[in-house]
């Protein structure tokens, strides 16, 4: 089993029989992801905190791969035509389900202090393509380190998103 992991470890950072104190993963030590991952407010089992850090390297490496990732954001306005298509910032979740019930109570929250207006259903749902190289991969680990129950991908230049849809949240998520 041990030789099965070390041969895991050595796939993700290419090294055969690399081990984790020796891996540097998208510039931050596996050790740093292993601390920041400790200090989060979901802090997972210890038994599970590598595996999570290694399935990530593996998802990223595989969005590099393959050259882009389908990505989704939600925005609270009143309308489709309220959403600033041209900014809509850097942070991005690459599994719809992520937008859970607290996630979208504290979008909500936030976005009524501009617009108090708003009511819980005005939520769109945005899908996007990001070019791989547009990735802030970085970020992106750190992010996941701070809070690894959510699948964020932090994006470094906005202006190489390309919107696919936008539609009711409520709606097209089945929520």
Not at 116 to 145: C, G, Q
Not at 151 to 166: F, L, Y
Request: glycine share 4%.
């Amino acid at each position: 089993m041990k030789l099965l992991l070390e041969n895991w470890r050595g796939y993700l950072n290419n090294e055969e029989g690399a081990s984790h104190t020796e891996e540097n993963i998208y510039g931050w030590a596996y050790s740093d992801l292993i601390k920041m991952m400790m200090s989060s407010e979901s802090a997972p089992d210890e038994e599970d905190r590598e595996y999570l850090i290694d399935h990530k390297a593996k998802e990223l490496r595989r969005i590099e791969e393959q050259g882009e990732a389908i990505a989704y954001r939600v925005v609270f306005t009143k309308t489709e035509e309220d959403i600033n298509l041209d900014e809509l910032g850097h942070h991005f979740i690459s599994d719809v389900s992520d937008f859970h019930e607290s996630m979208l109570n504290y979008l909500y929250m936030n976005a009524r202090k501009s617009d108090p207006t708003l009511e819980e259903k005005d939520v769109w749902l945005i899908k996007v393509k990001i070019p791989s190289n547009s990735i802030d991969y970085h970020e992106t680990m750190r992010t996941f380190a701070k809070f690894p129950f959510e699948s964020e991908i932090t994006v470094k230049n906005p202006e190489n998103v390309k919107i696919i849809d936008v539609s009711p949240y409520y709606e097209e998520s089945g929520a």
